[in-house]
């Protein structure tokens, strides 16, 4: 169970007096947000409107009489047009919530709220023989965020690569690898395999052009692989091990979570033919004159669902409804969740739809398979160059682009601070902090163009910003000298605004979270924190912390601090960027 906050307080008390106006009309679901301008208080509500509408009443009047009971010693109450509550915490209150803050220490924001429930997050899905590129960077770093949210909260969240292995592309594959040289493929291979993969890829796919029988040769090695051919599986194991090993060193690199799950495309195989054979006798799916099993979505705007391709290969759609009968089995998920760019946003509604049509049900949750399955689509991100692909071989290495990242941000860190020690260390941290930051603080949904210049600010909405506004706190901490354990107790306290909104804003952390969950939106969450350092900058700007004489005031300060930096830390820890000590 999660603690109440004073928002909860806050809303069960609105909400029983609402029930001794409104009675059999019932409590309607009223919001309590944190208004927009910090004159307005800590939290404001719009019941008095909701309500006005069912009593028929004026709003104005509703506001003044709910007013009155809901006065209470921990809050002040304040009447709004057109007609709004608005509540500002005493002192005290904010105070004593800010020493339990303090007390929940790593746990602060942590919740237990998703306890047994299983949620299926696929992120990073590198493709077999291609080195990741810089449009993979997005999946991994959302992903990894919506992990270590749903982990703050108590879920048991299961990632999965969900290993793109299978497919026709492995035939043109194996058809340019038999025709390179024997002699060269192993020295190429020991330089760059990825630049002798990538190589004969495209040179084939070349020939293939010129002379379009050649396809029929490539199909031909894809179908040998699909037998168990003895030579191409061993190629194609090759191919898989390599990418693999790619694979786990740029999680590592990107300072991923470990993921659950690695299984590859090819691994679904022997489910496959009984779905398609389930389809058919539910009449969900027809065969088609030049053989293709499909499912016609066409009159729901969604076109033909190919499940068979006329050749008799089974799709990419096959494969993701055997992933999800597999999942259901293995993990029994309460919801499945693909972080997958939106370019495939309506592969995912076919298949969403085709699992609907199939009776798929959602194995331990209430709501049926189609219902838990969700697309987190996400924008591209661009170079200002240009756009980026594979294809026309312009990608950009993922490793380019971190080892830049890397490079840039120790240029910044030997600038700001010289005598820092272990640089390179930090220069990693915030390099890496840069990137991701980024990416997480854009609407995921928004195409981005990355700037160094941008990402890199210690100023402004950027990751560095939020390393150094901790740094800062950590350091004054440090100087500080006085342990917590002898903070007296502080009472009767009188808080300075910028006292009173930053504390407020510490205590929100916890709803953020909430937010930030519920719309798949780690957004929401950096959008947060890069408030809270903007205060936290205010804050000790405006307000001598170590030269204040007042011992009560300089322990209150020093709790604030703390608790801001612990808040600032979590929430960083959240979004998968490390929070250096000094920088
Ligand atoms: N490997 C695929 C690609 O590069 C992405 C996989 C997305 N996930 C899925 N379950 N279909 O296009």
Same mark, same amino acid.
Do not use: Y
């Given at each position: 169970m999660k603690s109440m906050t004073l928002r909860d307080i806050l809303r069960e008390n609105i909400s029983q007096v609402i029930e001794g106006l409104a009675g059999s009309l019932g409590v309607p679901n009223f919001s309590l947000e944190v208004p927009e301008?910090? $004159?307005?208080?800590d939290y404001a509500t719009n019941a008095p409107l909701m309500l006005a509408k069912s009593l028929e009443r004026k709003p104005m009047d509703i506001a003044e009489e709910l007013a009155k009971p809901l006065a209470d010693e921990r809050w002040g109450v304040s009447v709004a047009a057109p007609g709004f509550l608005n509540f500002t915490f005493t002192d005290d209150v904010l105070v004593a919530a800010l020493k339990e803050v303090l007390e929940a220490? @790593?746990? &602060?924001?942590?919740?237990?709220?998703?306890?047994g429930k299983t949620v299926m997050v696929e992120y990073f899905q590198l493709n077999i023989a291609k080195r990741p590129h810089i449009g993979h960077l997005r999946s991994a770093v959302i992903g990894d965020a919506l992990k270590r949210i749903f982990l703050s909260q108590g879920y048991h969240a299961v990632s999965d690569?969900?290993?793109? @292995? &299978?497919?026709?592309?492995f035939g043109i594959l194996l058809l340019g690898y038999k025709a390179a040289e024997q002699e060269q493929v192993k020295k190429e291979i020991e330089i760059d395999p990825f630049a002798f993969l990538e190589d004969i890829y495209a040179r084939e796919n070349k020939k293939i052009e010129m002379d379009p029988e050649r396809r029929t040769l490539a199909k031909e090695e894809f179908a040998k692989l699909e037998r168990g051919d003895t030579e191409n599986r061993k190629i194609w194991e090759w191919m898989v091990d390599v990418s693999m090993k790619k694979l786990e060193e740029s999680a590592e690199r990107l300072g991923?979570?470990?993921?659950?799950e690695h299984k590859g495309?090819?691994?679904y195989e022997k489910e496959m033919p009984p779905i398609v054979e389930e389809a058919l006798q539910k009449n969900v799916a027809t065969h088609k004159e030049d053989s293709a099993i499909v499912i016609d979505l066409t009159s729901e705007k969604l076109d033909e669902a190919v499940?068979? #391709?006329? @050749?008799?290969a089974s799709t990419y759609l096959l494969r993701d409804l055997a992933t999800i009968k597999y999942r259901q089995e293995k &993990?029994?998920?309460w919801k499945n969740i693909y972080v997958v760019d939106v370019r495939q946003s309506h592969h995912f509604r076919q298949l969403f739809r085709v699992a609907e049509l199939l009776g798929y049900e959602g194995v331990g949750a209430s709501e049926p398979a189609y219902r838990t399955g969700r697309h987190i689509e996400f924008g591209f991100m661009k170079l200002p160059e240009g756009a980026i692909s594979t294809r026309k071989g312009t990608a950009i290495a993922l490793d380019a682009l971190l080892d830049e990242a890397e490079k840039h941000a120790l240029a910044v860190i030997r600038e700001k601070?010289? +005598?820092?020690?272990h640089a390179d260390i930090v220069a990693r941290q915030v390099g890496m902090g840069a990137v991701k930051y980024f990416d997480l603080s854009h609407n995921r949904k928004s195409d981005i163009t990355f700037e160094w210049e941008k990402a890199l600010?210690? +100023?402004?909405?950027t990751g560095p910003y939020l390393q150094y506004t901790y740094a800062r706190l950590k350091s004054i901490l440090r100087k500080g000298g006085?342990?917590?354990?002898?903070? #007296?107790?502080?009472?009767?306290v009188s808080l300075a605004d910028v006292e009173h909104r930053l504390i407020s804003l510490v205590l929100r952390y916890s709803l953020i979270i909430e937010h930030a969950l519920q719309g798949c939106a780690p957004h929401i969450l950096a959008a947060y924190l890069y408030e809270l350092a903007s205060v936290a900058n205010e804050f000790y700007h405006a307000l001598p912390v170590?030269? $204040?004489? @007042?011992e009560q005031k300089r322990m209150l300060r020093i709790m604030i601090i703390t608790a801001t930096a612990l808040t600032l830390k979590n929430g960083l820890y959240v979004l998968g960027i490390e929070a250096p000590e000094e920088m």
């Open positions: 301008v910090a $004159e307005h208080g220490g @790593d746990g &602060w924001g942590t919740s237990t709220v998703g306890k690569t969900h290993v793109g @292995d &299978w497919g026709t592309q991923l979570l470990p993921f659950d495309e090819s691994s499940l068979i #391709k006329s @050749d008799g &993990w029994k998920f601070n010289p +005598e820092l020690p600010s210690f +100023e402004g909405n006085d342990s917590l354990d002898d903070i #007296k107790e502080i009472k009767n170590l030269q $204040e004489s @007042d």
